[in-house]
């Protein structure tokens, strides 16, 4: 079965980094795009970045370019988030997204991990 399982988050100081990582098994990984999406409390779920096919292609958030980075190694069935230059408003439950809907139907959602950005 499809399991998605996110790593990484904890609490930083403004202007500190993390790299969040997604850790994928039950599908073909290396032919799934996959993203990163955040959720922070009394907001909508926004995208913050998507990695196409292979990794050719990458697409950010306005309000994430030049600072995060989005990365996978297909060995590893891994994609991953670099923050850089963190700010409070980066505070939100990280999720990791398997676009599956095409091949199986929906979509696989990880169950998140919090990013907490405070002094």
């Known amino acids: 079965q499809v399991q998605l399982v996110e790593s990484g988050g904890g609490l930083v100081q403004p202007g500190g980094s993390l790299r969040l990582s997604c850790a994928a098994s039950?599908?073909?990984?290396?032919?799934?795009?996959m993203s990163w999406y955040r959720q922070a409390p009394g907001k909508e779920r926004e995208l913050v970045a998507l990695?196409?096919?292979?990794?050719?292609?990458?697409n950010y958030a306005d309000s994430v370019k030049g600072r995060f980075t989005i990365s996978r190694d297909n060995a590893k069935n891994t994609v991953y988030l670099q923050m850089n230059s963190l700010k409070p408003e980066d505070t939100a439950v990280y999720s990791c997204?398997?676009?599956?809907?095409?091949?199986?139907?929906?979509?696989?959602w990880g169950p998140g991990t919090q990013v907490t950005v405070s002094s």
């Open positions: 997204k398997a676009h599956l809907r095409v091949v199986l139907g929906i979509d696989y």
């Open positions: 039950g599908f073909t990984f290396s032919r799934t795009v």
């Open positions: 990695s196409t096919i292979g990794g050719s292609s990458t």
